[in-house]
């Protein structure tokens, strides 16, 4: 017959086993496992630091674009918010990477095709404007795109291609320093209408000074070609001589760029005076002094 103690021992080993495979289960099956923290919403270092915090891990998947969220803050987690996961386990976070939008490219210089290829691969739906003649590149490369290189667009906006048709059939000339009447002659001869503009400058009155487009330029028939033409240098009021020494009257047209031309006596005093007293003349004209 077995001893009560005996008996006793055996039962308490079976219960300790028991609570110890109770235990165990409980841990494998819950007692390791902890929630996930609420990281979504905030911004990467936030998100990392409150990670950190409660002994987690961060590892990141592929960012994704968001129009409404800023870049580096946590579209969503894996483990969600207060899902279960593992003490000390890996959270895995995907970043907005902010709205998608993306530059023009530099495709003037390029071929159609080569073009439409890089602005495709901007996400651009790509058309074709009319051609135009361009000086500098050849027939067959684009010359131009609208919107202008370098500006932000959004994945599918329009891109509109310009190609270029080669230089224009008629070359402007060179009129600087000629006559306005003659230079107008010219462009009118070869099919160009000339617009002129007068400004201020030192050079002859009617002299073309300037031009718009620049000689060489490729044009077609009928093309405007701006012309800057001179006014002529600032007009010189002439005084009121009459009455003074007649050498006075040759200092004071000095001083004021003019060419004083005394007669009769020119010790005397100015009894006339040609041109008259407040004509406008052009700088270094001639006064003639008539002195007595």
């Given at each position: 017959?077995?001893?009560?103690?005996?008996?006793?021992?055996?039962a308490?080993?079976?219960?300790?086993i028991?609570?110890?495979?109770?235990?165990?289960?409980?841990?494998?099956?819950m007692?390791?496992?902890?929630?996930?923290p609420?990281?979504?919403?905030?911004?990467?270092?936030?998100?990392?630091?409150?990670?950190t915090?409660?002994g987690?891990?961060?590892?990141?998947?592929?960012?994704?674009?968001?129009?409404?969220?800023a870049?580096?803050?946590v579209l969503?987690?894996?483990p969600?918010?207060a899902?279960?996961?593992?003490?000390?386990?890996?959270?895995?976070?995907?970043?907005?990477?902010?709205?998608e939008?993306?530059?023009?490219?530099?495709?003037?210089?390029?071929?159609l095709?080569?073009?439409?290829?890089?602005?495709e691969?901007?996400k651009?739906?790509v058309?074709?404007?009319?051609?135009?003649?361009d000086?500098?590149?050849?027939?067959?490369?684009?010359?131009?795109?609208?919107?202008?290189?370098?500006?932000?667009?959004?994945?599918?906006?329009?891109?509109?291609?310009?190609?270029s048709?080669?230089?224009?059939?008629l070359?402007?000339?060179?009129?600087?320093?000629?006559?306005?009447?003659?230079a107008?002659?010219?462009l009118?001869?070869?099919?160009l209408?000339?617009?002129?503009?007068?400004?201020?400058?030192?050079?002859?009155r009617?002299?073309?000074?300037?031009?718009?487009?620049d000689?060489?330029?490729g044009?077609e028939?009928?093309?405007?070609?701006?012309?800057?033409?001179?006014?002529?240098p600032p007009?010189?009021?002439?005084?009121?001589?009459?009455?003074l020494?007649?050498?006075?009257?040759?200092?004071q047209?000095?001083g004021?760029?003019?060419q004083?031309?005394?007669?009769?006596?020119?010790?005397?005093?100015?009894?006339?005076?040609?041109?008259?007293e407040?004509t406008?003349?052009?700088?270094?004209?001639?006064?003639?002094?008539?002195?007595?």
């Open positions: 017959m077995s001893h009560p103690r005996g008996r006793m021992a055996v308490a080993a079976i219960v300790a028991g609570l110890i495979f109770a235990i165990g289960g409980w841990w494998w099956g007692g390791r496992y902890t929630v996930a609420q990281l979504a919403s905030m911004d990467k270092a936030a998100a990392e630091a409150q990670a915090r409660g987690f891990t961060v590892a990141y998947a592929a960012g994704q674009f968001d129009e409404k969220v870049k580096d803050v969503r987690q894996d969600p918010a899902g279960r996961i593992l003490k000390g386990g890996t959270i895995t976070l995907v970043l907005s990477l902010g709205a939008r993306y530059q023009v490219p530099d495709v003037p210089g390029m071929t095709d080569l073009a439409t290829a890089e602005l691969q901007a651009l739906q058309t074709k404007g009319p051609d135009r003649y000086d500098n590149l050849p027939k067959g490369v684009v010359v131009a795109v609208d919107p202008p290189v370098g500006t932000e667009t959004k994945p599918g906006d329009k891109a509109t291609v310009f190609v048709k080669g230089k224009a059939p070359t402007v000339p060179r009129v600087i320093g000629k006559n306005l009447n003659d107008r002659n010219e009118i001869s070869l099919g209408e000339p617009l002129i503009a007068y400004k201020q400058s030192d050079k002859p009617d002299e073309v000074i300037g031009q718009s487009p000689d060489g330029a044009v028939r009928g093309a405007k070609v701006e012309l800057q033409v001179s006014e002529g007009q010189v009021v002439v005084p009121r001589l009459i009455g020494p007649c050498q006075q009257a040759v200092q047209l000095q004021m760029g003019l004083p031309n005394p007669q009769i006596n020119p010790n005397g005093t100015v009894f006339a005076q040609q041109p008259n407040n406008p003349v052009a700088p270094q004209s001639q006064v003639v002094l008539f002195c007595q």
